[in-house]
């Protein structure tokens, strides 16, 4: 008998990846969930699969830990779960000013944000290059396309994985492998998010999406085989203006934003 299919979501347990999960789930895809442990991961798994009658399976790890990655991919190939599908939705974001951040505010978001989502990928190619279709997609945000002050380690390594998706899907081209990256705007995904859009007023009312909705989106665009999906067509709009701009003006546009965050998060 042909082994199932499996679409693999890390960060499942919270936000745009429970999302993920639960439309993934609705679509019939099999799962395999991945979070941080303590966060009812296994409950999630369960609904999903008691919901939609899919296989699921979870795995409870620290992704910023050096050998997790590894851990997790030997895991998997041991209970010869077949994945066609990785979602590379874990991440940390966070504002800060540079000079004044700890040492572990960095690791966690180039551990995170940036290595756990390289080597997952490294790890997992050989295996979707197997199928006759399979998929990446690595989330991003739109804070990928501007060099944000106050947020310098979150919109550097999301610019990161923009171009990293990008050259990958290059060096991929040919293949049955499609590489996908969604940039959202705001989302609230916990307290901590909360406070940070609630911090831009207006603009984060007007620019904030649901999990959900963002969540659609991105599975939909990964099976389309899209490259970048920004959620929302405000935001589409916020980039085309962003770019426009004479770069002085967008870094004091910038600055006096995300000063915003710095007041409400770094007091």
Same mark, same amino acid.
């Given at each position: ?6 679409? @693999? ?26 979070? %941080? ?11 999903? $699969? ?29 209970? *010869?779960?077949?994945?066609? !599908? %990785? ?24 551990? #995170? ?6 080597? %997952?990928?490294? #790890? ?5 290059? #197997? *199928?006759?279709?399979?998929?990446? @997609? ?28 990008? !050259?990958?899907?290059? $060096? ?27 911090? *831009? ?43 426009? #701009? ?22």
């Amino acid at each position: 008998m042909k082994e199932p299919f499996y679409t @693999l979501i890390t960060g499942a347990s919270s936000g745009i990846g429970k999302s993920m999960a639960w439309y993934c789930g609705s679509l019939g895809m099999n799962l395999i969930l991945v979070s %941080l442990p303590e966060e009812g991961l296994g409950q999630v798994a369960q609904e999903i $699969e008691e919901k939609y009658k899919v296989k699921t399976a979870f795995y409870e790890t620290d992704l910023s830990v050096l050998a997790s990655p590894q851990a997790l991919f030997d895991w998997t190939q041991q209970n *010869h779960f077949n994945v066609n !599908s %990785l979602i590379n939705n874990a991440g940390v974001a966070g504002a800060s000013v540079f000079e004044s951040s700890d040492i572990k505010y960095i690791d966690d978001r180039i551990l #995170l944000n940036i290595r756990a989502l390289v080597v %997952l990928s490294r #790890l997992y190619l050989p295996i979707l290059r #197997l *199928h006759e279709k399979s998929y990446i @997609l690595n989330v991003g945000s739109m804070a990928a396309f501007w060099p944000i002050p106050y947020k310098s380690l979150y919109s550097s390594s999301k610019a990161f994985v923009l171009y990293f998706s990008k !050259s990958l899907r290059s $060096e991929l081209k040919g293949t049955g492998v499609s590489v996908t990256v969604l940039c959202p705007n705001g989302v609230r995904t916990n307290g901590a998010t909360n406070v940070r859009i609630n911090s *831009h007023g207006k603009v984060g009312r007007l620019t904030e999406l649901s999990a959900e909705r963002v969540a659609r989106a991105g599975v939909d665009g990964m099976l389309k085989r899209k490259f970048v999906i920004i959620p929302g067509r405000i935001n589409w709009l916020v980039l085309i203006i962003g770019k426009i #701009l004479p770069p002085p003006i967008q870094q004091k546009l910038l600055v006096r934003e995300f000063m915003k965050e710095v007041r409400v998060t770094c007091a």
